[in-house]
Structure formats: C-alpha cells, structure tokens
C-alpha cells in the first residue's frame, strides 16, 4: 500500500476582497487537507486527488493547479458541460462567512462512474473525505463513496473522514446523521470538529462527541475545537491538546489545515498526540495568510522546526 488520496470538490476561491477587486485562487475542504499532506509528505510520496472536472477553461486551470503543485487527479473523471463550484470570503475581522454558488459543480458527479472510483482509490495507504464530499453527491453516489471506501478498507487502506457538517448541502437534518454516522463506521481516523457535532447530534462535550463516534467502531477520533484544545482519543486513552498561537488574518481553512497536519505526521509514524501538537502549529501558521492555502514552504518550515 503507497499513496494518498482525498476525495472531494475543487472550488474556485473568491478572497481578499479590496474594493471590487478579488483574488482568485483553487480551495475546498478535502482539497486544502490534501494541499497540506503534499506539503508535509516527502516529496516521493503520491498524492491523489480525486473529484470530477468540467470541460471549461477553469477546469482546465484547475488540473494544471493541482499539477504544478505536485497533485494527482487519478481516475477523476471530466464531465461534458460541467464546471467549478464558485465561492467567496467576506470577512469579518478575522472570521470569515462564505457565499457559494456549486449547483453546477462538475464535482457533484465525481462517483457516477463506481469503477472509475474504485480505480482511483485502488492501493492507497491513506484515504481521506468529507461530510461535505458526501452533501454535495446524489443518494446514489454517496452509496458509491462508501462502497469504494470499504472496499479499500477491506484491502488495507486506512480510512481518515471530518464530518464536517454544512447545513445547506443537506435535505434535512436527519439525512444528514444517517450519512455522516456510516461513513464514520468505514473509518479508522476520524478528525470531527466540535461546534459541528454539537449542532447536529446535540453532543454536550467534545468527550461527548468522543464517545459517540467511538461506539462507531473508530479507534483513533480527533476533536477540534477550535482555538480550545483538540481532545486526543486513541490507545485507550483521552489527551487534551492545546491549540497553538496564532496572529490570525483569516481562519478560513484552519480544520482543513490541521486535518493536513495530523495526517502528515501520521504517516510520519508519530503518535496521535504528538501528530496533534503538530497539526495545531501548521494551522497556527496557515490562519497567517489570507485564503485557505498559505504557501506550501510555510507549512514546511513549521512542520520541520518540529522534528
């Protein structure tokens, strides 16, 4: 088993708004995670992602972003007449609100082809996806995600997956806990955030938040929280790990970040408390920047000051 994967939708990103004048860039969820485990791998290492493209010039663009980044597209499939999901940053301070425009996304089709899928995931030592992955896909394909991800997992893969709750993509709540709760039971990492959690199945705690996912069958759960420590449960136990400080510009990306932090040390062979202490200084440093991908040789230089 070598290689990651990520599974998930491209967007184009609208930030920094001046006036009128945007800066346009490429983000989303699973896509920010997998731009911070390329950055933090070796550089021999074989990223993936995978999604579905359009058959415009911004998805052309996009396949050369990921290219010139050092990320694969596998099997992704391109679809005839599709194109990007769009989206933009209004900020607040440092807090950030989005406004989207995705029912086009070429990405809402990335599981129409299970074979395509399959292939693309086929002897991956990681694989990792989202709540949002799975909001924004058709019934059917969302069985397909879960049915490739299992399939993967049978023949060794290990499964990473945020629920990572986006109201909006959903057709009501109770949708949405039936999904998120079986693609948590075909995971062995989970990397939920807190305030998500809370508002979906009402946990009181992040312990709480523990607990439940852990009745899953997930033995290794990560809580973010943001700034508040992340709640390490893994081996047994409960380690509490505190977030790191920041000089925050923009928190847009901050989840995603560490999502890409922990699992780069993961794969590093560090435990998941000390994966964890990691994961929040690369995300300490990422909401230093101003859209959700700060310059990979950033992340680097944190991650390596770490040992």
């Known amino acids: 088993m070598s290689g990651f994967a990520a599974i998930g939708e491209c967007m184009i990103e609208l930030s920094g708004a001046n006036g009128d004048q945007w800066r346009m860039g490429f983000a989303g969820d699973t896509l920010n995670t997998t731009w911070y485990v390329r950055a933090l ?12 493209f359009g058959d415009d010039p911004f998805s052309v663009k996009q396949k050369t972003f990921l290219r010139e980044n050092g990320i ?9 007449g599709a194109r990007p999901g769009l989206y933009a940053i209004t900020l607040t ?55 490739a991800v299992s399939n993967a997992r049978r023949h060794g893969s290990l499964v990473v997956f945020d629920a990572n709750y986006r109201p909006r993509l959903w057709e009501n709540a ?10 948590f039971h075909v995971a062995d990492i989970a990397l939920p955030t807190f305030p998500d959690e809370n508002a979906l199945f009402g946990d009181a705690t992040p312990a709480k938040t523990a607990d439940r996912i852990a009745s899953y069958g997930v ?40 999502n890409g932090g922990y699992i780069a040390a993961r794969l590093a062979n560090l435990d998941p408390v000390a994966a964890a202490a990691h994961a929040h200084r690369v995300a300490a440093r ?18 390596k000051a770490q040992g």
């Open 174 to 183: 109770e949708t949405a806990k039936q999904v998120l709760s079986n693609a």
């Open 72 to 80: 694969s597209t596998a099997h992704s499939p391109t679809i005839v």
């Open 219 to 258: 033995r290794e759960i990560v809580v973010k929280d943001g700034t508040e420590p992340a709640l390490v449960s893994a081996d047994g136990t409960r380690t509490p790990v505190p977030a790191s400080h920041a000089k925050a510009v923009d928190t847009t990306g901050a989840g995603d970040s560490f």
């Open 286 to 303: 990422v909401v230093e920047f101003h859209g959700a991908l700060a310059p990979m040789d950033e992340a680097r230089k944190v991650f």
């Open 41 to 52: 791998a070796d550089p021999d290492y074989a990223v993936d992602y995978v999604t579905a």
């Open 93 to 147: 301070g440092v807090e950030r609100s989005f406004t989207y425009w995705r029912n086009d996304s070429a990405a809402r089709h990335l599981a129409d082809d299970p074979d395509a899928l399959a292939r693309s995931l086929d002897g991956r030592q990681m694989i990792y996806f989202s709540g949002i992955t799975m909001g924004i896909l058709s019934p059917k394909g969302r069985q397909n995600v879960l049915n």
